[in-house]
């Protein structure tokens, strides 16, 4: 197969480190780029891992590239609202259209190959993924290229330590946190960035309906409303979180 030139899209976790090993074990002579989608929501400490790939990628010869976006706050400020599973417009605007103009402005006769780390042992939803793809819509058209479908966790594992790099015992951080965190991603977010969402949620304001616009839905959280009492959700026990439903405490009000 004669692949010139490879757009490797990476979040820089540990999947993305395998693409990167495994590129390089497999196609010399490629031209390869690794492409990092900058949301504006990564964690703080996840610049540092993006800089550590990037020197990886360069080290292989291969060209890091960073596409920027509107950013995750403006983008939740324009749209009204924050995105969320089924309306998640955050990967489309933040990931897919950036992508897919700076895609054309490098390769306009699409005849580059992209390249992506999925593992179908990653989950229920991915256990399906095909190796490739030969018209990827999201890619404008470009075949899509899936090399490590079949690859373990402990294959992966293996590719990350030959590429000189301990696997992460976290998921990437690019966004921080990602709106399809489950618990114990939210559990390591760190009090810092935990009141910067809230200071956002307040700033969201509230629905026609009359609700408060929070990042994660409370019916999906055992009723928790805002990032604070989400937080709390997490860090109880299966079942065990009790929503604060205590309301206005002035003396004022109820009774
Ligand atoms: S990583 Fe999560 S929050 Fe970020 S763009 Fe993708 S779905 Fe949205």
């Given at each position: 197969m004669g692949i010139e030139t490879i757009y490797a899209f990476t979040s820089y976790g540990n999947d993305s480190i395998a693409l990167i090993q495994h590129l390089h074990e497999t196609r010399k002579g490629a031209k390869v780029y690794t492409v990092y989608s900058d949301t504006g929501w990564a964690a703080p400490e996840w610049i540092a891992r993006v800089e550590r790939a990037e020197e990886l990628a360069r080290s292989y010869s291969f060209e890091p590239v960073r596409i920027p976006s509107e950013g995750f706050v403006p983008l939740a400020i324009r749209k009204k609202g924050f995105p969320r599973?089924?309306?998640?417009f955050c990967t489309t605007e933040l990931k897919v259209l950036p992508a897919q103009r700076w895609l054309d402005s490098v390769d306009p006769d699409r005849e580059g190959t992209c390249a992506v780390g999925v593992r179908r042992e990653e989950s229920r939803a991915r256990a399906l993924w095909p190796e490739w793809t030969e018209d990827s819509d999201k890619h404008g058209g470009r075949p899509l290229w899936a090399p490590l479908v079949r690859v373990t966790t402990e294959q992966r594992d293996a590719m990350i330590r030959r590429a000189g790099l301990e696997p992460l015992p976290h998921r990437s951080r690019e966004c921080s946190p990602c709106i399809n965190s489950n618990r114990a991603d939210l559990r390591e977010l760190s009090d810092e960035r935990v009141e910067q969402i809230a200071t956002l949620e307040a700033q969201m304001g509230w629905t026609s309906e009359g609700k408060p616009r929070t990042l994660f839905r409370p019916y999906r959280h055992q009723g928790a409303v805002g990032i604070r009492e989400v937080v709390r959700w997490a860090h109880s026990e299966r079942g065990a979180y009790d929503p604060d439903t205590s309301g206005c405490d002035s003396g004022f009000c109820g009774g």
């Open positions: 599973n089924g309306m998640q």
